[in-house]
């Protein structure tokens, strides 16, 4: 999504030290603590109870005995949120899961599924192929350096476990993108990635990259001038430049790998960085692997959005 800047600009300095302190307390609060993280941040604590009743019967209650991955302490929530911000998406995912109705005139959301971890919701426009996956924690995006740690919910793999073929949340599309724009570029900030349609001149584009040897499956060289591609974007948008790696599977965590290997060698901003996820599809479907891209202004013709290749509508 398209829109305002935030103001609040993370130096990497800053962002490095931030993380070092998040590892700390992650290491104090233990790898199942969301719960009394939340709670002593003040902030709700998904799937538990709702205040005054029940959540409504559109926003099922976890079930029962439901894992839940722990949330930003609350020595980051200069950098990640505060669970009292007044974000549009955050309300809605506090009626998701606290059965919270946002203020006037927002609407109450459809809450398509509802996880300890994580709901998903419409994206707009409201169509069947345009979903948000959406933390149940308070993440304001991209740049909190929460999601750099060991213990933090793969978000990516969730969203690809609903938006794939028999998921439970399926984009119905012959193509299937995963994205997550900048700080910059995005208009709401709660950490939300898009499940989408891709087009297919996109998938066809990838394939070619990766016969002519132009993707990496190695990690430790996404960040190398080798493996950055021109792919066309959007109608009338012209070429942007990407970093292009192969993945096996989403089991890694994608944040802490564009941060190790593509971030912190350039001297660059996490905050300043867009993820793209496309799993390779032939003609008997899902190939098993996935094309993952980085991209951000810091590369010619290179972009800070994921709505180049992403389509919404």
Not at 33 to 45: C, E, I, L, R, Y
Not at 236 to 244: E, I, P, Q
Request: glycine share 10%; net charge neutral; charged share 15%.
């Amino acid at each position: 999504m398209n829109g305002q800047q935030n103001a609040d600009e993370l130096p990497r300095r800053q962002f490095v030290t931030l993380s070092g302190a998040m590892g700390a307390a992650v290491l104090l609060t233990g790898a199942g603590s969301m719960g009394s993280t939340a709670a002593a941040a003040g902030g709700p604590v998904p799937g538990g109870p709702v205040p005054g009743g029940t959540p409504p019967e559109s926003c099922p209650t976890p079930p029962p005995g439901s894992g839940q991955s722990p949330c930003p302490p609350a020595q980051l929530q200069s950098v990640c949120g505060r669970p009292t911000d007044n974000d549009p998406l955050w309300r809605d995912v506090r009626y998701c899961t606290q059965g919270t109705p946002p203020p006037p005139p927002q609407p109450k959301p459809e809450c398509l599924k509802v996880t300890p971890n994580y709901v998903v919701l419409h994206g707009k426009p409201e169509n069947q192929h345009n979903y948000l996956m959406v933390p149940s924690c308070r993440i304001t995006g991209i740049e909190c350096p929460f999601l750099l740690s060991a213990g933090v919910e793969n978000y990516w793999n969730d969203a690809w476990q609903n938006a794939r073929s028999g998921g439970s949340v399926p984009v119905r599309y012959a193509d299937i993108g995963l994205g997550i724009n900048s700080q910059s570029a995005r208009r709401l900030n709660q950490l939300h990635i898009h499940m989408a349609g891709i087009r297919s001149r996109t998938q066809r584009r990838l394939q070619e990259l990766e016969t002519m040897g132009r993707v990496t499956a190695n990690p430790a060289q996404w960040g190398s001038s080798a493996f950055q591609v021109s792919i066309e974007g959007a109608p009338g948008s012209g070429d942007r430049t990407y970093r292009a790696l192969r993945l096996p599977n989403l089991d890694q965590n994608l944040f802490a790998l564009v941060n190790r290997y593509v971030v912190m060698p350039a001297g660059l901003d996490m905050a300043d960085q867009t993820l793209i996820v496309v799993p390779k599809m032939t003609s008997a479907g899902f190939a098993g692997t996935f094309y993952v891209l980085s991209s951000d202004n810091s590369l010619h013709d290179g972009t800070s959005t994921c709505d180049h290749l992403l389509v919404y509508s």
